[in-house]
């Protein structure tokens, strides 16, 4: 399986010749999800859910599915219908050749004032990667790349060490970074990689890694 890092929380997965995307939303390229065989959406916020880029997605490849949550599905459904599937925690599946569980209910707190929204996360292959959307969900199965959110409104980076220690994958990679300035990002590097107790890494917008 190859990982290409796009921007924000979006990746790409590759295997047989079949391509998973993960979260393309509005900070990520604008052709993410293009030339997708399958994509998975965490939830609605629109830095992991862009419609439009969704909807050219859809369009260019008409085999393509997308599994998400109801409150993405909804919003997509009709124009494609058949092709966009709601699933929520406990679900299995299998995506473009990627067999897939669903972990997690509810984004992270924001603020005690704002309301919480539902979101899951997607264990891919058997634990090769965890993507767990805008939450620190734990899916109580070993991970072998979890996919670590490193800044975003709703946490801080103790919660992102403790995080990596409950996970113990064998590696991290960064992603919900295009808010972390580079000026930071060697602090986070330091400071995630000296007490995460694992591997941790980042990759640049477009750079890939075999997993």
């Known amino acids: 399986m190859r990982l290409t890092k796009m921007s924000h929380a979006c990746v790409r997965l590759e295997k047989d010749g079949r391509t998973l995307v993960i979260d393309p939303g509005g900070f990520s390229e604008q052709d993410a999800a293009l030339g997708a065989d399958a994509v998975l959406v965490t939830h609605e916020h629109p830095d992991h859910f862009d419609e439009g880029r969704l909807r050219a997605a ?21 124009a494609f219908p058949g092709r966009v599937r709601t699933v929520g925690h406990g679900d299995t599946f299998t995506a473009a050749g990627f067999d897939v569980e669903v972990h997690g209910e509810l984004h992270a707190v924001i603020h005690p004032d704002i309301p919480r929204i539902t979101n899951i996360g997607f264990l891919v292959d058997d ?3 965890f993507h767990p959307g805008d939450a620190l969900t734990v899916p109580g199965r070993p991970v072998d790349t979890l996919l670590l959110p490193v800044m975003a409104p709703w946490n801080k980076i103790s919660e992102v060490i403790d995080y990596v220690r409950e996970v113990k994958p064998r590696r991290a990679i960064d992603i919900h970074d ?34």
């Open 58 to 78: 859809l369009e260019a490849a008409p085999g393509a599915e997308i599994w998400t949550l109801r409150s993405v599905a909804e919003q997509l459904s009709a």
């Open 127 to 129: 634990g090769a990667v």
């Open 178 to 211: 295009a808010l972390l300035t580079d000026l930071a990002r060697p602090i986070y590097d330091r400071q995630i990689g000296a007490l995460g107790g694992t591997g941790h890494g980042r990759l640049t917008p477009g750079d890939a890694t075999d997993l």
